[in-house]
């Protein structure tokens, strides 16, 4: 009898209790190891079903084909026929895979582009409406009063911006609503800060003596050094800088890694901002355009909006406390107020005499009023509500290279190429001046900390002040070390409770200043 498997005489003949089928005993036991079932009835069967039987040994006759050479060359051909041919099967079950592969690749891809399609024209109708929104126009009631000096010809700026034959950009304008938002904020951090205290985790003044230069960190290109701006998100401590090499980087400063680089601009940027809420960055350039950057779960920021209002290089880029507005000032003698979810400019406001550009901006902390400075020397103060320039301060001699508002509301710093002036805004009087340089070097950015308690100079060296009252000796506490001989510092962030001070400066490095051994996040 032949084996119900292989079909030959067995060597090691086996019988199943079960089915009463003979099996090779090698055959079955294998089979049973990786099944546990009968192969021809399917039923179970473990080896202790299986009984040996005792039979002569069998000596298998050599087949006719073997008995010859003729024979075996047939033999080894039909093998290597019937291998050729497993061969090709094979070859044709991996080109049809492969088939089926590339077409669901493709089918994936095709609906990755379709989601991302959907995505985009879902963000746009959700622009759209909110730019109908905000566009709902004003009443006559509503309309607040402009001072005529602001304008050139006496003429609103509304006015100014509506399509005619030349061919001029319509502004919606600051609506009603808009107002009321602005207001609102204004209400409520004006009533935080009547219950404003000094943090108890700021920074102390022996601390801020013996900071030092901690790491220096060169984050833009060789070919075009240099980092013009610098921003710091306290919730995240993430510093932002904006270059020469038309990039903008985001540094993560407790592991001294790049985040990611914003390459777009095709000239260096001039200011960047975060947005404290949500991933949004806002960068200005020189090439005349502002760019809103979103970022994603994957860490990258992708260009949001491209923003092409202004004829001139954009030198500043301020947020609005709501996180909902942003104002950029030009060197074309305007300053444009945005709505930041959808990239719509609100209204573009020219200056009055229209020979100064714009170098600097800043809001005030209560979002209320806009402070600007410009190429002329010139420092102007805006009613945001109504675009009203409501004051101006001369004395400086320059160009305004920054300004920056102190938190108790009171005080504004400006610096231009003669040093810093500290104005009261209560008496709309210049009070203090610094001249911590000689002629031949100009202040390039000036900054309070977010809790308005020390106020930082940068030039060609660092330095430190203690905010007092206008009566009182501002002290400075901290001179860091002279940077004339690796490129001068061009602007400077205090980090959160000025537990670090931030540096960029000509030669490419962004300095970070501090206590040695301390991160940032310990408490002094």
């Known amino acids: 009898m032949n084996c119900s498997i292989s079909g030959e005489v067995p060597e090691e003949p086996v019988v199943s209790r079960v089915s009463g089928l003979l099996f090779e005993k090698r055959l079955i036991e294998r089979h049973i190891s990786d099944y546990g079932k009968c192969p021809i009835t399917g039923e179970p069967l473990t080896l202790d079903d299986i009984v040996p039987i005792k039979i002569s040994k069998i000596v298998k006759p050599r087949p006719v084909q073997a008995a010859s050479i003729p024979g075996m060359l047939g033999i080894f051909q039909n093998e290597w026929d019937g291998l050729m041919l497993s061969n090709f099967a094979l070859e044709q079950q991996l080109h049809t895979a492969r088939q089926e592969l590339s077409h669901a690749l493709y089918q994936h ?204 290089e954009v030198q500043a880029v301020t947020i609005h406390a709501t996180n909902n507005y942003f104002v950029t000032a030009s060197l074309d003698s305007t300053w444009c107020f945005y709505d930041i979810s959808s990239g719509l400019c609100i209204t573009q406001v020219p200056d009055a005499s229209g020979s100064d550009g714009y170098t600097s901006a800043a809001f005030h902390p209560d979002g209320l009023i806009l402070g600007t400075g410009t190429s002329g020397a010139l420092v102007k103060i805006w009613d945001v509500k109504s675009q009203a320039n409501v004051a101006r301060f001369d004395g400086h001699v320059g160009a305004v290279t920054a300004i920056s508002f102190s938190e108790n509301g009171y005080f504004l710093a400006t610096a231009a190429h003669d040093g810093v002036k500290l104005w009261d805004l209560r008496k709309l009087r210049n009070f203090r001046t610094f001249t911590p340089y000689d002629e031949d070097t100009p202040t390039q950015s000036v900054e309070f900390d977010h809790s308005g308690s020390y106020l930082a100079i940068a030039g060609s060296d660092i330095r430190v002040y203690q905010v007092a009252n206008v009566k009182s000796e501002w002290n400075c506490i901290k001179t860091f070390p002279d940077l004339s001989g690796t490129g001068r510092a061009t602007c400077i962030k205090f980090g959160p409770d000025a537990k670090y001070i931030a540096v960029g400066s000509m030669d490419r490095n962004l300095r970070i200043f501090g206590l040695p051994g301390d991160v940032g996040a310990s408490e002094f």
């Open 109 to 312: 891809d095709a609906a990755c582009r379709v989601i991302a399609r959907l995505k985009k024209e879902r963000d746009e109708a959700r622009s759209i409406l909110a730019q109908a929104e905000r566009q709902i126009p004003m009443s006559a009631s509503t309309v607040p009063s402009v001072d005529a000096s602001a304008f050139s010809n006496g003429k609103r700026a509304a006015d100014d911006e509506e399509m005619g034959s030349g061919g001029k950009k319509i502004r919606p304008g600051v609506s009603a609503s808009i107002i009321a938002e602005l207001t609102d904020c204004n209400a409520a951090l004006s009533q935080q800060r009547k219950k404003r205290q000094i943090p108890p985790t700021l920074a102390p003044l022996d601390a801020l003596e013996r900071y030092t230069q901690l790491n220096s960190y060169p984050l833009h290109k060789t070919s075009k050094p240099g980092i013009l701006s610098a921003d710091i998100h306290y919730t995240k401590d993430i510093i932002a800088t904006g270059g020469i090499d038309m990039n903008a980087v985001l540094f993560d400063r407790p592991s001294g890694e790049i985040l990611s680089t914003l390459s777009g601009h095709s000239k260096k940027v001039t200011s960047v901002k975060f947005v404290s809420q949500g991933d949004l960055v806002v960068t200005g350039s020189a090439d005349k355009t502002v760019r809103v950057w979103q970022g994603s779960e994957n860490g990258n920021y992708d260009c949001r909006h491209i923003l092409k209002d202004h004829t001139a």
